[in-house]
């Protein structure tokens, strides 16, 4: 991707913080910056807990009024996303950014047919009605490659399988075309034979489109067949940011390092072992006084704690790390190779 | 991910999480810092101890009748110093009745709650333990019962077996026969499938130990809740059929859903008649009410909001 | 959907057979036995003789129970002794009234109930929610009668805008066709009439509508508190979904999946508070009508009237079930 296209989201240390009667406030997102340029695909990837699905929804603008406050700037076009009215945001969700969740199930009404819930965002963005809405909406279905749309539109939810449902949600995610797609661990509630078709469904529609899209996941192996740029997120915070290429060839942070090392590689040594990282999310220390990683961290030094680790921007990668890894330290191959669980249709080059 | 799974993991990453105890402890320990429990217990605490001592409390006999020809359907004294809550329309000491009314209500209310209780228990366990045949019968006569709407019931059984407080206590535990055993079978059903109930069959443990042991004292919490907030609508019921004319045979008794009924003709008159029994009835009830509903909520995680 | 139906209604079957029998076994067990109790104070040696002839009563004890069938399928239900008439004559008469009061009561608790319990909900924590739900609770300890006399005595005797007792004012010139009054006069173009009876109605179907009422307001602020937090009400505002389509139509269609269910067991409870709220009013259905016959010990009037509200009631629930098939796509195809 060149620099030349222009900005299409432009997040500036965005916080978001839990607030609870009589508990402590919980910084879920701590000072989150990247940007977006149009038609790019950008991961957030990161364990569970780690801020990045929060981080899509003070975006998108769907956390909850009350108990939660938003802290920074989401740019979009020459808005604050945080600041608009929320008339201004009815407006802009689903026409100029929508957004794909985990579970398909669940995500869909269940006593609405799916024709109606394609249909409504045509009725509310793009002032289409009846039989023209309706036929709109089969050929977005048929678009995702739902077959016998026309029949599909009068259907339940609970009569598609997974796999249809989250065809169905994309659908009508991408029934505007919009400028940007949120899609939020898209494939993890489906069969690891579903995920590569949603996954190639995808990377063909936003591509087709020009759509910009932040795919956030837990799978390196899902980044690797997608994205351009890659944040890695811990526990709020962005630790490391590289173009995909260079951070699968050269993971600078200690945990960049373990992600790449517990994921299954074809290509690594038979009878190698998988390299989990030790402990768990809620091992962290909080940022402002150490770097969240070290309690689990194999390349901790004394530097790691007592005073939070400085973001380092060299060219176009970033790093937030006092002792990071030395090149080719933490891949035994330093090819980029995909994981196994993406199939080699994946490998192509995004165009 | 949900917002709520979110929020539940954000909420994990706290240090020092609260240790948690036994389920009984920490339903207790949330009961009493819970100011509607506090109040349903202090209700129910009053009603109790003014049955309890209703002869110290009462300034006169419940069938004495101290205003006795100074009453006409026109004239029923009010609330005064001498009556607090006035005379009767025969002349009794309302506040005498209501304080004896409250004996006639705690024990139709507790004696018709352990009634059914008991047998829809063992309808429900014998229901829940051994399926099949036995299962269906059981669950057929419940389903007879239950298309009944209770006071009917009660009435049509109160009928069998004349006015009285046993035939009262007998019809109130017929409508709560039902609703226990669907509530324990439904119980052991549930935890049939449980994974220590398979994890005790996989180690042997023969069914019927499994069911008293592990099974049963898992369905005490939601019996218990459902026993307190029976307790609020026996009171309610009992009150209903006294006032249909179905309490006891002695009019003598002083029994809240009899006085109601006996004041109809003087609403206009002396409304205190109503007032007194009737907010008798809503006290005791409430009381049971409140702590139910905050018990279920204490001991069943899903409510708690 | 129709096999559904067809299969819920083979269900009632063994129901309806075990009421029948218990209510049958009922009649006997009541003091005096069978004769006595549908005789009542005509009990004398030549009305039992004739009783026991006409009712079989010394044949074998399965075929009275079968004639007893046959007589109930026919809706045959003896003579009310209070009144001299066929039962299933006073159930025509009675029944519309109740019917009449409980659809009121219904209407009044749905009505006020349900926006009551979303807007609880989505003011979670408020004071709408807290006084809601501390009105909720209120209302399951205030017994129908109760609250009854209190509506009566505020609003017909001390203020006097309502009136105090009965379906419809004497002096109103009215005619009944149907037996629903409010029905009636709008059947008869008589506007003064229908106004009469809707008066009539009105303080009486508050207090029996006061117990679904308190029912339908906790199920549903809970089940709008649930369905808000779905995944897929987040889908519909990630669509930009204005406000009122998203209530409409992703909140509410779910919401009140539990709350029809609820409404439907509530018949049962408003047919008892109909007999507690008919007597403060001496409002002349079947409530009131059971109560006079319990008075009396007219029994033949109490076994026919609980076999057939038992009846309705069951065929209620069935009527729900099947609504609730048919707002819920999930149970359809089942």
């Known amino acids: ?351 | 991910m949900s917002l709520a799974e979110i929020e539940a993991e954000t909420e994990s990453k706290r240090v020092g999480e609260e240790t948690g105890g036994s389920l009984g402890r920490e339903a207790w320990k949330r009961l009493r810092r819970d100011p509607v429990a506090i109040i349903g217990f202090v209700l129910i605490a009053f009603f109790v101890l003014v049955a309890l001592f209703a002869p110290l409390l009462a300034p006169y006999a419940p069938d004495a009748q101290p205003g006795a020809g100074t009453i006409t359907p026109t004239n029923i004294p009010g609330p005064s110093a001498e009556h607090w809550f006035g005379l009767d329309e025969l002349g009794r000491d309302e506040f005498s009745r209501v304080v004896y009314g409250a004996r006639q209500s705690l024990l139709v209310g507790v004696v018709s709650l352990i009634l059914g209780m008991s047998l829809g228990l063992l309808m429900g366990f014998l229901a829940g333990a051994f399926g099949g045949k036995v299962d269906t019968v059981v669950m057929r006569l419940v389903d007879v019962m239950l298309a009944i709407p209770g006071l009917l019931l009660a009435i049509a059984i109160a009928a069998v077996m004349g006015p009285s407080l046993l035939s009262v206590m007998i019809a109130i535990a017929a409508i709560n026969v039902p609703i226990f055993a669907r509530l324990l079978r439904g119980q052991m059903l549930a935890q049939r499938e449980a994974d220590y109930v398979l994890a005790a069959q996989s180690l042997g443990v023969r069914r019927r130990s499994i069911m008293l042991g592990h099974v049963l004292p898992n369905s005490v919490s939601p019996v218990i809740v459902q026993g307190t907030l029976t307790l609020a609508t026996a009171i309610i019921e009992a009150a209903a059929l006294s006032f249909l004319g179905l309490g006891s045979a002695d009019p003598g008794v002083p029994e809240w859903g009899r006085m109601l009924a006996s004041t109809q003709r003087y609403l206009a008159s002396a409304p205190h008649l109503a007032f007194f029994p009737g907010t008798a009835i809503v006290i005791a009830a409430l009381g049971f009410t409140l702590l139910g509903e905050r018990l279920r909520e204490a001991l069943d995680p899903k409510y708690r909001r | 959907m129709l096999r559904f139906v067809v299969r819920r209604l083979f269900q009632l079957v063994p129901i309806l057979f075990g009421l029948s029998l218990l209510l049958f076994f009922w009649v006997r067990a009541l003091p005096g036995g069978t004769a006595v109790a549908l005789l009542g104070e005509r009990a004398t040696p030549e009305t039992i003789a004739q009783i026991e002839r006409l009712y079989g009563l010394d044949r074998p004890i399965w075929q009275q129970y079968l004639s007893f069938l046959g007589r109930a399928v026919r809706l045959d239900f003896g003579n009310s002794v209070r009144t001299n008439r066929p039962v299933v004559e006073e159930m025509l008469r009675t029944f519309p009234a109740t019917i009449e009061l409980a659809l009121a009561a219904l209407t009044f608790a749905i009505v006020v109930g349900i926006p009551l319990g979303y807007f609880a909900a989505r003011r979670y924590g408020g004071w709408l929610d807290s006084v809601t739900v501390s009105a909720s609770l209120l209302g399951v300890a205030v017994p129908v009668f109760f609250l009854a006399y209190i509506l009566k005595y505020v609003f017909a005797v001390q203020l006097g805008w309502l009136p105090t007792a009965g379906r419809q004012d004497p002096r109103v010139d009215a005619e009944h066709p149907t037996g629903f009054y409010v029905l009636d006069g709008i059947v008869t173009g008589n506007p003064a009439a229908t106004w009469d009876a809707v008066e009539h109605l009105i303080l009486p179907a508050i207090a029996l509508g006061s117990i679904p009422l308190a029912i339908i307001v906790r199920i549903t602020r809970a089940s709008v508190l649930d369905v808000v937090n779905e995944d897929y009400v987040r889908t519909a505002e990630a669509k930009g979904l204005l406000a009122r389509t998203i209530t409409r139509r992703h909140v509410l269609r779910n919401a009140l999946l539990p709350v029809v269910t609820v409404i439907g067991l509530q018949a049962g409870l408003l047919f008892s508070g109909a007999i507690l709220t008919e007597k403060v009013f001496g409002f002349p259905g079947v409530g009131n009508f059971i109560y006079e016959a319990i008075s009396f010990r007219d029994y033949a009037v109490l076994q026919g009237f609980i076999l057939v509200i038992a009846a309705v009631y069951v065929l209620v629930n069935l009527a729900v079930d099947v609504s609730y098939g048919l707002i819920d796509p999930r149970v359809r195809v089942r």
């Open chain 1, 1 to 351: 991707m060149t620099a030349a296209t222009a900005l299409l989201l432009d997040v500036r240390d965005l916080s978001v913080t839990f607030t609870r009667r009589d508990r402590r406030d919980v910084r879920a997102v701590d000072g989150v910056s990247f940007d977006v340029r149009q038609g790019e695909t950008v991961g957030l990837v990161g364990e569970s807990g780690s801020g990045k699905s929060v981080t899509a929804l003070a975006v998108m603008g769907l956390l909850p009024d009350r108990g939660v406050l938003v802290d920074g700037q989401v740019h979009f076009d020459d808005d604050d996303l945080l600041t608009l009215p929320r008339d201004r945001m009815r407006d802009i969700r689903g026409r100029d950014i929508a957004m794909v969740f985990q579970d398909p199930m669940s995500s869909l009404n269940p006593v609405v047919p799916i024709g109606v819930q394609v249909t409504e965002v045509l009725v509310r963005h793009r002032d289409m009605h009846g039989e023209a809405a309706r036929e709109e909406a089969a050929e977005l279905l048929r678009r995702v490659g739902i077959p016998d749309p026309v029949r599909r539109l009068k259907d339940y939810p609970h009569q598609l399988s997974g796999g249809m449902r989250q065809r169905a949600l994309i659908s009508m995610a991408l029934a505007c075309r919009p400028r940007l797609l949120i899609a939020d661990e898209p494939t993890t509630a489906l069969d690891v034979t579903i995920q590569a078709q949603i996954l190639e469904l995808l990377k063909e529609l936003v591509s087709d489109s020009g759509t910009a899209l932040v795919l956030i996941t837990h799978d390196l192996g899902v980044v690797a067949g997608l994205c351009d740029t890659v944040h890695v997120m811990y526990s709020g915070r962005v630790v490391e940011s590289a173009p995909r290429r260079e951070l699968f060839a050269d993971p600078r942070h200690p945990y960049t390092g373990g992600l790449l090392g517990s994921v299954p590689r074809l290509d690594s040594p038979r009878g190698e072992p998988l390299r989990p990282i030790p402990g768990s999310p809620t091992d962290t220390l909080p940022w402002a006084e150490a770097c969240a990683f070290a309690p689990r961290c194999a390349h901790r030094i004394g530097a790691c704690t007592g005073q939070p680790p400085p973001l380092e921007v060299t060219g176009d990668r970033s790093l937030r790390c006092v002792n990071p890894l030395a090149e080719g330290e933490a891949s035994p191959n330093p090819a980029v190779a995909p994981p196994a669980s993406v199939p080699p249709a994946l490998e192509e080059e995004p165009t």
